[in-house]
T-cell receptor, first 112, second 111 residues
Framework: DTAVSQTPKYLVTQMGNDKSIKCEQNLGHDTMYWYKQDSKKFLKIMFSYNNKELIINETVPNRFSPKSPDKAHLNLHINSLELGDSAVYFC???????????FGNGTRLTVT | GNSVTQMEGPVTLSEEAFLTINCTYTATGYPSLFWYVQYPGEGLQLLLKATKADDKGSNKGFEATYRKETTSFHLEKGSVQVSDSAVYFCALRAYGQNFVFGPGTRLSVLP
Protein backbone atom coordinates (compact mmCIF):
# COMPACT_ATOMS: atom_id res chain seq x y z
CA ASP A 1 0.00 0.00 0.00
CA THR A 2 3.00 2.28 -0.48
CA ALA A 3 1.88 5.62 -1.91
CA VAL A 4 5.05 6.66 -3.76
CA SER A 5 7.59 3.94 -4.36
CA GLN A 6 10.93 4.22 -6.05
CA THR A 7 13.57 1.66 -6.92
CA PRO A 8 16.32 0.93 -6.29
CA LYS A 9 16.92 2.26 -2.77
CA TYR A 10 20.70 2.19 -3.26
CA LEU A 11 22.64 2.49 -6.49
CA VAL A 12 26.43 2.28 -6.63
CA THR A 13 28.05 2.65 -10.02
CA GLN A 14 31.15 3.88 -11.76
CA MET A 15 31.73 7.10 -13.63
CA GLY A 16 30.60 7.02 -17.23
CA ASN A 17 27.87 4.43 -16.72
CA ASP A 18 24.18 4.91 -17.52
CA LYS A 19 21.55 4.16 -14.88
CA SER A 20 17.81 4.49 -14.31
CA ILE A 21 15.64 5.08 -11.26
CA LYS A 22 11.98 4.11 -11.36
CA CYS A 23 9.07 5.75 -9.58
CA GLU A 24 5.43 4.82 -9.25
CA GLN A 25 2.57 6.44 -7.33
CA ASN A 26 -0.80 4.89 -6.53
CA LEU A 27 -2.44 8.06 -5.21
CA GLY A 28 -4.07 9.05 -8.49
CA HIS A 29 -2.13 12.32 -8.55
CA ASP A 30 -1.70 14.22 -11.79
CA THR A 31 1.71 15.73 -11.08
CA MET A 32 5.00 13.97 -10.36
CA TYR A 33 8.43 15.36 -9.56
CA TRP A 34 12.08 14.51 -9.22
CA TYR A 35 14.13 16.22 -6.51
CA LYS A 36 17.84 15.99 -5.75
CA GLN A 37 19.03 16.21 -2.13
CA ASP A 38 22.70 16.96 -1.55
CA SER A 39 24.86 15.99 1.40
CA LYS A 40 23.74 19.09 3.32
CA LYS A 41 20.10 18.03 2.94
CA PHE A 42 19.33 20.88 0.53
CA LEU A 43 16.45 19.95 -1.82
CA LYS A 44 16.48 21.02 -5.45
CA ILE A 45 13.71 20.36 -7.91
CA MET A 46 14.82 18.80 -11.17
CA PHE A 47 11.69 18.00 -13.15
CA SER A 48 7.94 18.10 -12.91
CA TYR A 49 5.42 16.25 -15.06
CA ASN A 50 1.69 16.84 -15.22
CA ASN A 51 -0.37 14.15 -16.91
CA LYS A 52 2.72 12.83 -18.71
CA GLU A 53 3.76 16.27 -19.95
CA LEU A 54 6.92 18.05 -18.82
CA ILE A 55 6.08 21.33 -17.06
CA ILE A 56 9.27 22.10 -15.13
CA ASN A 57 12.79 21.47 -16.24
CA GLU A 58 15.22 23.26 -13.97
CA THR A 59 18.83 23.81 -14.87
CA VAL A 60 19.77 20.16 -15.05
CA PRO A 61 22.39 18.69 -17.40
CA ASN A 62 20.83 17.04 -20.40
CA ARG A 63 22.44 13.80 -19.26
CA PHE A 64 19.34 13.57 -17.06
CA SER A 65 16.23 12.53 -18.95
CA PRO A 66 12.87 11.91 -17.31
CA LYS A 67 10.31 9.65 -18.92
CA SER A 68 6.65 9.36 -18.00
CA PRO A 69 4.91 6.42 -19.71
CA ASP A 70 1.68 7.22 -17.86
CA LYS A 71 0.62 9.57 -15.10
CA ALA A 72 1.40 7.02 -12.38
CA HIS A 73 5.04 6.58 -13.41
CA LEU A 74 7.98 8.94 -13.73
CA ASN A 75 11.38 7.38 -14.35
CA LEU A 76 14.74 9.10 -14.35
CA HIS A 77 17.51 8.03 -16.69
CA ILE A 78 21.03 9.36 -16.22
CA ASN A 79 23.72 9.05 -18.89
CA SER A 80 27.48 9.26 -18.44
CA LEU A 81 27.36 9.48 -14.67
CA GLU A 82 29.76 11.87 -12.94
CA LEU A 83 31.07 12.04 -9.37
CA GLY A 84 28.97 15.15 -8.74
CA ASP A 85 25.79 13.20 -9.46
CA SER A 86 26.20 11.39 -6.13
CA ALA A 87 23.18 12.38 -4.02
CA VAL A 88 19.81 11.14 -2.85
CA TYR A 89 17.09 11.42 -5.50
CA PHE A 90 13.48 11.70 -4.42
CA CYS A 91 10.37 11.13 -6.45
CA UNK A 92 7.22 12.94 -5.31
CA UNK A 93 3.64 13.52 -6.40
CA UNK A 94 0.87 16.00 -5.66
CA UNK A 95 -2.67 16.81 -6.72
CA UNK A 96 -3.60 20.42 -7.35
CA UNK A 97 -2.62 23.72 -5.83
CA UNK A 98 -2.47 23.80 -2.06
CA UNK A 99 -2.07 20.04 -1.89
CA UNK A 100 1.03 18.68 -0.19
CA UNK A 101 3.80 16.72 -1.84
CA UNK A 102 4.03 13.01 -1.14
CA PHE A 103 7.60 11.71 -1.29
CA GLY A 104 9.12 8.33 -1.97
CA ASN A 105 11.85 7.02 0.32
CA GLY A 106 14.65 8.08 -1.96
CA THR A 107 17.40 6.48 -4.03
CA ARG A 108 20.92 7.00 -2.77
CA LEU A 109 23.17 7.19 -5.81
CA THR A 110 26.91 6.82 -5.30
CA VAL A 111 29.20 7.34 -8.26
CA THR A 112 32.78 6.08 -7.82
CA GLY B 1 10.90 35.11 -6.31
CA ASN B 2 9.48 33.08 -3.48
CA SER B 3 11.79 31.95 -0.71
CA VAL B 4 11.84 30.25 2.69
CA THR B 5 14.31 30.92 5.48
CA GLN B 6 14.77 28.61 8.45
CA MET B 7 16.88 28.88 11.55
CA GLU B 8 20.21 27.19 11.12
CA GLY B 9 20.84 23.99 12.96
CA PRO B 10 21.71 21.72 14.39
CA VAL B 11 19.38 22.16 17.31
CA THR B 12 20.17 19.96 20.29
CA LEU B 13 17.67 19.59 23.12
CA SER B 14 17.13 17.37 26.10
CA GLU B 15 14.06 15.16 26.21
CA GLU B 16 10.90 16.99 27.34
CA ALA B 17 12.33 20.40 26.39
CA PHE B 18 10.28 22.97 24.45
CA LEU B 19 11.02 23.20 20.73
CA THR B 20 10.78 26.16 18.40
CA ILE B 21 12.11 26.12 14.84
CA ASN B 22 11.72 29.49 13.16
CA CYS B 23 10.53 29.80 9.58
CA THR B 24 9.90 32.97 7.60
CA TYR B 25 8.92 33.30 3.99
CA THR B 26 8.74 35.69 1.06
CA ALA B 27 6.00 35.12 -1.47
CA THR B 28 3.57 36.87 -3.72
CA GLY B 29 -0.07 36.28 -2.99
CA TYR B 30 -1.23 33.86 -0.33
CA PRO B 31 0.79 30.66 -0.35
CA SER B 32 0.02 27.43 1.44
CA LEU B 33 2.61 26.63 4.10
CA PHE B 34 3.94 23.24 5.14
CA TRP B 35 6.28 21.56 7.57
CA TYR B 36 7.91 18.31 6.49
CA VAL B 37 9.98 15.92 8.61
CA GLN B 38 12.71 13.61 7.34
CA TYR B 39 13.83 10.74 9.58
CA PRO B 40 17.20 9.14 8.87
CA GLY B 41 17.21 7.07 5.69
CA GLU B 42 13.65 8.04 4.78
CA GLY B 43 11.84 10.43 2.50
CA LEU B 44 10.15 13.63 3.61
CA GLN B 45 6.79 13.22 5.33
CA LEU B 46 4.18 15.91 5.68
CA LEU B 47 4.00 16.95 9.32
CA LEU B 48 1.40 19.71 9.13
CA LYS B 49 0.09 22.43 6.87
CA ALA B 50 -1.90 25.68 6.83
CA THR B 51 -3.57 27.21 3.80
CA LYS B 52 -4.60 30.68 4.96
CA ALA B 53 -3.72 33.40 7.42
CA ASP B 54 -4.26 32.57 11.13
CA ASP B 55 -4.75 28.86 10.37
CA LYS B 56 -3.03 26.58 12.85
CA GLY B 57 -1.69 23.27 11.61
CA SER B 58 -1.09 20.54 14.18
CA ASN B 59 0.00 16.92 14.26
CA LYS B 60 1.77 14.60 16.72
CA GLY B 61 2.07 17.40 19.28
CA PHE B 62 3.64 19.80 16.79
CA GLU B 63 1.95 23.11 15.93
CA ALA B 64 2.53 26.02 13.59
CA THR B 65 0.41 29.11 12.96
CA TYR B 66 0.26 30.95 9.62
CA ARG B 67 1.16 34.55 10.50
CA LYS B 68 0.73 36.77 7.48
CA GLU B 69 1.66 39.98 9.31
CA THR B 70 5.10 38.60 10.17
CA THR B 71 5.30 36.19 7.18
CA SER B 72 6.18 33.39 9.57
CA PHE B 73 5.24 29.76 10.22
CA HIS B 74 7.25 28.74 13.29
CA LEU B 75 7.15 25.10 14.37
CA GLU B 76 6.63 24.38 18.07
CA LYS B 77 6.32 21.37 20.33
CA GLY B 78 5.86 21.51 24.06
CA SER B 79 7.83 18.41 25.02
CA VAL B 80 10.17 16.73 22.55
CA GLN B 81 11.09 13.06 22.58
CA VAL B 82 14.18 11.24 21.37
CA SER B 83 12.06 9.89 18.51
CA ASP B 84 11.58 13.47 17.22
CA SER B 85 15.22 13.60 16.16
CA ALA B 86 15.09 14.33 12.44
CA VAL B 87 15.51 17.08 9.86
CA TYR B 88 12.61 19.53 9.60
CA PHE B 89 11.80 21.45 6.42
CA CYS B 90 9.55 24.47 6.07
CA ALA B 91 8.00 24.87 2.62
CA LEU B 92 5.53 27.00 0.73
CA ARG B 93 3.52 26.73 -2.43
CA ALA B 94 1.99 29.76 -4.06
CA TYR B 95 -0.93 29.29 -6.42
CA GLY B 96 0.16 28.05 -9.84
CA GLN B 97 3.78 27.88 -8.76
CA ASN B 98 6.24 25.27 -7.63
CA PHE B 99 7.03 24.21 -4.07
CA VAL B 100 9.83 26.12 -2.36
CA PHE B 101 11.70 24.44 0.49
CA GLY B 102 13.84 25.89 3.24
CA PRO B 103 17.33 24.45 3.83
CA GLY B 104 16.18 22.17 6.66
CA THR B 105 16.94 22.22 10.39
CA ARG B 106 18.45 19.17 12.04
CA LEU B 107 17.05 18.40 15.50
CA SER B 108 18.80 16.08 17.93
CA VAL B 109 17.01 15.16 21.15
CA LEU B 110 19.14 13.64 23.90
CA PRO B 111 17.74 11.28 26.55
Amino acid sequence: DTAVSQTPKYLVTQMGNDKSIKCEQNLGHDTMYWYKQDSKKFLKIMFSYNNKELIINETVPNRFSPKSPDKAHLNLHINSLELGDSAVYFCASSQGDGSPLHFGNGTRLTVT
Amino acid sequence: GNSVTQMEGPVTLSEEAFLTINCTYTATGYPSLFWYVQYPGEGLQLLLKATKADDKGSNKGFEATYRKETTSFHLEKGSVQVSDSAVYFCALRAYGQNFVFGPGTRLSVLP
